[in-house]
Structure formats: C-alpha cells, structure tokens
C-alpha cells in the first residue's frame, strides 16, 4: 500500500495563494499510478477536487477549474495541488488519494479511490 503524506497546511485571507503537496511513498513499484486531491468541509461530503494521470491527463472540478490547478513531480511522486483567489469556502481538510487505476469517468468520486493520505486543514478567512 502507498503511503501519502500532503503538507502545505495553512490560514490564509481570501482572494491569496496557497499550494499543497502530497508526496507518495512505498507501495507499487514504480510512479505510473492515479493520484487526486479531495477536500472535505465540516458537516460535508468528501469532493474531489482535482485527478492526475501520469499520461498528463488531468481533471480539475468544474467549479474550481478558474483558481486551482494540479500538477505533479513524476520523477519525485510530488503531487500539487495549486490555488488561487481563495475564499472562506474553500475551507477544508484537504487529502490526497491514489491508486493503481481508477476508471476515468469517475476520477473525482471518492469511492473509487483505495489509498489516502491523513489530510491537511486549509483555513480562509479574514
């Protein structure tokens, strides 16, 4: 099983910057697995946020696609998850999931994914 360990917590005010990472460790062999970001607000479902596919197919939440995007260090197994213009809904714990494949239609669902990290709170407010 993969280990994932995001970072890049913090309290931020709206409309600035924030990046998280996820690093992967162990598990399969080599780095050609899915990874994605989800985040989950107090009293709320888990949402997928963004999906990576080491082939550089990516899939960003219609909703957040204008301010958050999601890249990844293949040679390190660095997942990012960058974001701009934050606002006090973007708070959330923030985690990091994997998987050896996930079907492609459903890459932001989080049932479909086996392996998490233990998250990272994301705090906006004034």
């Known amino acids: 099983q993969v280990q994932l360990m995001e970072s890049g917590r913090g309290s931020v005010q709206p409309g600035e910057s924030l990046t998280l990472s996820c690093t992967a460790s162990?598990?399969?062999?080599?780095?050609?697995?899915?990874m994605a970001w989800f985040r989950q607000a107090p009293g709320k479902r888990r949402e997928g946020v963004a999906a990576?596919?080491?082939?550089?197919?990516?899939e960003v939440a219609d909703s957040l696609s204008g301010r958050f995007r999601i890249s990844k260090d293949i040679s390190q197994n660095i997942l990012y998850l960058h974001m701009s213009e934050l606002i006090p809904e973007d708070t959330a714990t923030y985690y990091c999931?994997?998987?050896?494949?996930?079907?492609?239609?459903?890459?932001?669902?989080?049932?479909?994914?086996?392996?998490w990290g233990k998250g990272t709170q994301v705090t906006v407010s004034a």
């Open positions: 999931a994997a998987d050896r494949w996930v079907n492609r239609a459903r890459l932001l669902r989080a049932n479909q994914w086996n392996s």
């Open positions: 162990g598990g399969w062999s080599d780095s050609s697995y899915y």
């Open positions: 990576y596919i080491n082939d550089g197919e990516q």
